[in-house]
């Protein structure tokens, strides 16, 4: 199985300002996904991560809000831009190698806005 | 509707027990099914597939009926360590990317007494 981390692991953040989280992966994989977990609800994918182009969203979150990265197979960034206290959730990295079938998860990010 | 409802619980149940949890999703056109594991304040790890024929894992077995569009999953021989939240998760063709998503049920959570 892939081993993925996140930093930074948590966070507390002001209103209005921006976090980058980075997610890292320890082999080469061909899709990798962000999540986020709201306080109590299942999780909601935000979008997929391509590779050298920009990310693919699912519908209610856009690109100036969460801005992605991927400048490599190994390697993602997830920005939260503008923050409120709404965006308070954990966030999640995900990568699959289509020779698994199988979604490994990053061990999150919980991020709280003030 | 939710694409993927689970049944939140809590069940509790003493050790030993046999507990089954169900799911029902909602896109006929849904392609692959898991049960994915989550404790508390962790990344969801796949527990495991599901298929049309039915397949067991130990004390895990997981059913699926495609014509009712349902899942199951049923813990035998409970142990304290079972006590998570089983999440039902289902892949199908997001409507706005084209692209395979997981999408996922709120979870279920089980607990296990001594």
């Known amino acids: 199985s892939a081993v993925i981390s996140q930093k930074p692991s948590r966070d507390i953040c002001q209103r209005g300002t921006s976090l980058t989280i980075q997610c890292q992966v320890d082999?080469?994989?061909?899709?990798m996904f962000w999540y986020r977990q709201q306080p109590g609800q299942s999780l909601t994918l935000i979008a997929t991560?391509?590779?050298?182009?920009?990310?693919?969203?699912e519908s209610g979150f856009v690109i100036d809000k969460f801005p992605i990265s991927r400048p490599n197979l190994t390697f993602s960034t997830l920005t939260v831009s503008n923050m409120s206290p709404e965006d308070s959730s954990i966030y999640l990295c995900s990568v699959e190698q289509v020779s698994y079938n199988e979604q490994f998860f990053g061990p999150g990010t919980r991020l709280t806005v003030l | 509707r939710k694409e993927v409802e689970q049944d939140p619980g809590p069940f509790n149940v003493p050790e030993g027990a046999t507990v089954a949890f169900n799911c029902t999703y909602s896109?006929?056109?849904?392609?692959?099914f898991f049960w994915y594991r989550q404790d508390c304040r962790k990344e969801p790890k796949l527990l495991m597939s599901v298929y049309s024929s039915g397949n067991e894992d130990g004390r895990f077995t997981a059913q699926l009926n495609r014509a009712s569009q349902y899942i199951s999953l049923l813990i035998r021989d409970s142990k304290l360590s079972d006590s998570a939240t089983y999440l039902c998760?289902?892949?199908?063709?997001?409507?706005?990317?084209?692209?395979?998503?997981?999408?996922f049920g709120s979870g279920t959570r089980l607990q296990v007494q001594p």
């Open positions: 082999s080469q994989v061909t899709m």
């Open positions: 998760v289902v892949t199908q063709r997001s409507p706005d990317t084209g692209r395979r998503a997981l999408t």
């Open positions: 991560a391509n590779q050298g182009s920009e990310a693919t969203y």
């Open positions: 896109n006929s056109a849904s392609q692959s």
